[in-house]
T-cell receptor, first 114, second 111 residues
Framework: DQQVKQNSPSLSVQEGRISILNCDYT??????FLWYKKYPAEGPTFLIS?????DKNEDGRFTVFLNKSAKHLSLHIVPSQPGDSAVYFC?????????????FGTGTRLQVTL | DAMVIQNPRYQVTQFGKPVTLSCSQT?????MYWYQQKSSQAPKLLFH???????NEADTPDNFQSRRPNTSFCFLDIRSPGLGDAAMYLC??????????FGDGTRLSIL
């Protein structure tokens, strides 16, 4: 019973184009969403987040969009660069009062080609 | 400059032989987490500490235990590893209600 789903295991995009990574969730209690980036042999690195009170958050080349009614979020990378090639994990959090426990998706491997 | 350090990076143990994985942090965060990630699956939270308060996930097997002797260190103990426990184990830290910082993980193999 996966509460956070990333239905595309992989994505290939040309350098300079837009990369769009998608994520769906089922739990209405989630109130905070994050994207993590993971290179091989390294741990996940926090990239960008969005609170459920917003529908968009932007940080440089990275923008996250949240559609609460559809329980869907997406990460846009513009323009894509070869260094963006990594596995991207979507994560959702429901505040427990002591910590933000993350529920992760299975990840999307992004390949940015020259 | 690593801020969340996991040792060792690779651990091999025998079926049924207890094993301990280590995590340390230089960030002084009050929350520490342990995740298990099996191949091609999502990282799955096992438990977390808020300061010294231990919080176990409902579906974490009894075989898995944790200790946090001080703010900087947290250990994952697997009492009797089975073949199904082979995985990447990720430690993370955060201040309360902030994004988590991950270590590079320990890959555990069971012979």
């Amino acid at each position: 019973d996966q509460q956070v789903k990333q239905n595309s295991p992989s994505l290939s995009v040309q350098e300079g184009r837009i990369s769009i990574l998608n994520c769906d969730y089922t739990n209405s209690m989630f109130d905070y969403f994050l994207w993590y980036k993971k290179y091989p042999a390294e741990g996940p690195t926090f990239l960008i987040s969005i609170s459920s009170i917003k529908d968009k958050n932007e940080d440089g080349r990275f923008t996250v969009f949240l559609n609460k009614s559809a329980k869907h979020l997406s990460l846009h990378i513009v323009p894509s660069q070869p260094g963006d090639s990594a596995v991207y994990f979507c994560a959702a959090s429901a505040n427990t009062g002591t910590a933000s426990k993350l529920t992760f998706g299975t990840g999307t491997r992004l390949q940015v080609t020259l | 400059d690593a801020m969340v350090i996991q040792n060792p990076r690779y651990q091999v143990t025998q079926f049924g032989k207890p094993v301990t994985l280590s995590c340390s942090q230089t960030l002084n965060h009050n929350v520490m987490y342990w995740y298990q990630q099996k191949s091609s699956q999502a990282p799955k939270l096992l438990f977390h500490y808020y300061d010294k308060d231990f919080n176990n996930e409902a579906d974490t097997p009894d075989n898995f235990q944790s200790r946090r002797p001080n703010t900087s260190f947290c250990f994952l103990d697997i009492r009797s590893p089975g073949l199904g426990d082979a995985a990447m184990y990720l430690c993370a830290t955060s201040p309360f209600n902030q994004p988590q910082h991950f270590g590079d993980g320990t890959r555990l193999s069971i012979l």
